[in-house]
């Protein structure tokens, strides 16, 4: 698949695609009347010389903006009330997203509380909290830099209780980004551990979403193109990074956020505990876990198992032939096979299996998953 110039598709919403296509972003939000836009990013990011050159750009237009960037790698409630802060302090009239995930999650959460100031967490879908987002919001425009979680085509944020360390979800329709700009060129030096992570976040949420138990045959088309491109792109993204390889990931990663709204499984459940209590990156949280949860599965998916493997070219078209693919994947791409070696210890393991049973994304997978099941998978992992 060759990406050769500037590409424009509106779905979920407008997406400007193609290497250079960042350069668009400071005329886009002049025309739009913006004039004072809080960038969110992350500390990484915000150090970065293509980051630098977009706040040049759009100083060099006439406008102000203001930085915001004091957020966690897993982000929690207090990031979103401190870029509210900067955003009231500078007046600011629109947001801009540019980062992976965490950045992206808390961009969107500070468009959610300008102007819905009651508890963050009042919001939280999981309780029904998405009918109180009735205000209207700033105008939000996402630029990915990552090709992982692909929160750049959301509608929701995942946030977690600075206390608690439970992730909660603040959703709805008016959150999503009014333009992505999908720069390729903003990923190209990635280092290859996080390109790897992000990848197999990416790949995860694409083979999640296909298997989740709620029926949508379209989500299911769409997940089943971005593991294909995945598996074209990623260890080549990793180890000999092209535009070609680069573009590739990040079109996929677009594509496993939009599957992702018919649901996720068990692979999350085990994943975002070990964010929350250990700090672990989201996507290697991911990647270590999805052998196993993949195996959890075959169970009754045999035939969704025997397509996921017709979509890689496996000559094994089993459950059995797709967790050995990603176990090969993770060995060539340079993730571990074992929880240990991500910090992972024994005495964590029954704090990580109520926070994973309690989680709000196993409730979609394929087949039910009880504490017991996932204090065995950590064990199976460790």
Do not use: W
């Amino acid at each position: 698949m060759i990406f050769d110039g500037i590409y424009q598709y509106n779905f979920p919403t407008t997406i400007r695609f193609g290497a250079g296509v960042s350069k668009e972003l400071g005329e886009h939000l002049k025309r739009q009347g913006i004039r004072r836009p809080l960038v969110v990013t992350d500390p990484v990011v915000s150090q970065l010389g293509f980051f630098k050159t977009i706040v040049n750009e759009i100083t060099a237009k006439g406008l102000a903006p203001a930085l915001f960037c004091d957020i966690h790698r897993n982000p929690v409630k207090s990031d979103v009330y401190k870029g509210v802060e900067v955003y009231d302090a500078a007046a600011c009239d629109g947001i801009v997203g540019i980062g992976g995930g965490a950045a992206l999650d808390v961009a969107r959460a500070i468009v959610l509380r300008v102007n819905h100031r009651e508890d963050l967490f009042k919001y939280d879908d999981l309780v029904g909290g998405d009918v109180y987002v009735t205000n209207d919001v700033p105008y939000f425009v996402t630029l990915p830099t990552t090709a992982g979680t692909g929160s750049e085509v959301g509608r929701s944020a995942i946030i977690a209780d600075n206390d608690t360390h439970q992730k909660k979800i603040l959703f709805s329709p008016k959150l999503l980004a009014k333009v992505v700009f999908a720069d390729p060129v903003l990923t190209m030096e990635l280092p290859a551990p996080i390109t790897a992570a992000t990848g197999m976040d990416a790949l995860t949420h694409n083979m999640e979403a296909f298997l989740a138990k709620m029926p949508h045959p379209l989500a299911e088309g769409i997940a089943l193109e971005g593991i294909s491109l995945i598996s074209q792109s990623l260890e080549r993204a990793v180890k000999k990074p092209d535009l070609e390889s680069r573009s590739m990931m990040l079109i996929a990663s677009m594509m496993g956020a939009v599957a992702f709204q018919k649901g996720l499984g068990v692979v999350h459940s085990l994943a975002h505990p070990l964010s929350a209590l250990l700090d672990t990156h989201h996507g290697l949280a991911n990647a270590v876990n999805i052998p196993y949860g993949m195996q959890f599965n075959i169970k009754g998916c045999e035939d969704k198992f025997r397509r996921i493997a017709r979509t890689l070219n496996l000559a094994d078209e089993t459950g059995e032939g797709v967790v050995r693919y990603l176990f090969d994947l993770n060995s060539r791409i340079g993730i571990p096979h074992k929880l240990r070696d991500i910090g992972v210890r024994n005495e964590h393991v029954e704090t990580l299996a109520d926070l994973a049973f309690a989680d709000f994304a196993h409730p979609n997978n394929p087949k039910p998953v009880s504490r017991e099941d996932f204090k065995r998978l950590y064990l199976e992992a460790l």
